[in-house]
Antibody
Framework: EVQLVESGGGLVQPGGSLRLSCAASGFTFSNYWMSWVRQAPGKGLEWVANMKGDGSAKYYVDSVKGRFTISRDNAKNSVYLQMNSLRAEDTAVYYC????????????WGQGTLVTVSS | QSALTQPASVSGSPGQSITISCTGTSSDVGGYNYVSWFQQHPGKAPKLMIYDVTNRPSGVSNRFSGSKSGNTASLTISGLQAEDEADYYCSSYTSSGPSYVFGAGTKVTVL
């Protein structure tokens, strides 16, 4: 059974940093692109970043470029999101998701981890 | 990376069919067959319903179908059931980035 479990969310002050983790199990992790998708309270989904299975490519939404870094450790079956210079508008539930066909086809999602940026 | 356009709400009676539209541009929906649809119930993670415009993942009811014409993709739910009441989001690959972009979501109400 495929499982994705996020951790690392919490309350952080504006300008602060946080590192999210997503532990994967039940599939060959290195074969899949992995993504982070976020959802602000009461709002819609927003794609944040993704990374190829071998780590050779990664992309970001414009609003987080230069502030967020996606990475992965295939030996630990984990993907990470380092978030720096956090802003109030980054407040959201952050989901990690597996991309089934490398086309934005997120067939498995974690339960999400809440990041709150507030003073 | 502008959001795709979806109607805010769509409603239908049990047993009816409804269609949700998702309009983008030639840089996203119209340019690639990489449109996905997700269902989200309150407080839950999204669920993949359709990917690559028309493909249904294993386990998803065949009452759900997808299509595309030009810059607009559509999700049709036939034989509407109470359990289909949820928020639905479309997404597409976009050459702007490159990256992915979601629609703002459509709330489906079963009357």
């Amino acid at each position: 059974e495929v499982q994705l479990v996020e951790s690392g969310g919490g309350l952080v002050q504006p300008g602060g940093s946080l590192r999210l983790s997503c532990a994967a199990s039940g599939f060959t992790f290195s074969n899949y692109w992995m993504s982070w998708v976020r959802q602000a309270p009461g709002k819609g989904l927003e794609w944040v970043a993704n990374m190829k299975g071998d780590g050779s490519a990664k992309y970001y939404v414009d609003s987080v470029k230069g502030r967020f870094t996606i990475s992965r450790d295939n030996a630990k079956n984990s993907v990470y999101l380092q978030m720096n210079s956090l802003r109030a508008e980054d407040t959201a539930v952050y989901y990690c998701a597996r991309d089934l066909a490398a086309t934005g086809s997120y067939d498995n999602w974690g339960q999400g981890t809440l990041v709150t940026v507030s003073s | 990376q502008s959001a795709l356009t979806q109607p805010a709400s769509v409603s239908g009676s049990p047993g009816q069919s409804i269609t949700i539209s998702c309009t983008g541009t030639s840089s996203d929906v119209g340019g690639y067959n990489y449109v996905s649809w997700f269902q989200q119930h309150p407080g839950k993670a999204p669920k993949l319903m359709i990917y690559d415009v028309t493909n249904r993942p294993s386990g998803v009811s065949n009452r759900f179908s997808g299509s595309k014409s030009g810059n607009t993709a559509s999700l049709t739910i036939s034989g509407l059931q109470a359990e289909d009441e949820a928020d639905y989001y479309c997404s597409s690959y976009t050459s702007s980035g490159p990256s992915y972009v979601f629609g703002a979501g459509t709330k489906v109400t079963v009357l």
